[in-house]
């Protein structure tokens, strides 16, 4: 079992930036596949972003260019670092891992064991 806690939301305007964390409870988690996933108002749950160990990494068409993500294994802490944020990228913000390889990880079709309980981001124009 893991423990996924997300933090780091809440409310800019348009044009701001934020920064997500996710610590991951137990041992080392270096070579998991790790992710952000955002569900807006009315919307589907969308995969944002996602990385498996210290390399490959996928982004979703809506954010590429405007947040990376991140990990630092000695902390055991996922990172999503969000610039030039939009209204449409208001949501709720998930955390998600589990021991999925490559391709799976970082592809379309990922989907995570293990969630945290998600953290708002408001963004207003």
């Known amino acids: 079992q893991m423990e996924l806690m997300e933090s780091g939301g809440g409310s800019v305007q348009a044009g701001g930036s934020l920064r997500l964390s996710c610590v991951a409870s137990?041992?080392?988690?270096?070579?998991?596949?790790m992710g952000w996933f955002r569900q807006g108002p009315g919307k589907a749950r969308e995969r944002v972003a996602a990385?498996?160990?210290?390399?490959?990494?996928s982004y979703a068409d809506s954010v590429k260019g405007r947040f990376t993500i991140s990990k630092d294994n000695t902390k055991n802490t996922l990172y999503l670092q969000m610039n030039s944020l939009k209204p449409e990228d208001t949501a709720m913000y998930y955390c998600?891992?589990?021991?999925?390889?490559?391709?799976?990880?970082?592809?379309?079709?990922?989907?995570?064991?293990?969630w945290g309980q998600g953290t708002q981001v408001t963004v207003s124009s």
């Open positions: 137990g041992t080392d988690k270096s070579n998991y596949c």
């Open positions: 990385i498996r160990g210290d390399g490959p990494r």
């Open positions: 998600a891992a589990d021991r999925s390889s490559q391709p799976v990880c970082t592809g379309v079709l990922w989907a995570p064991a293990y």
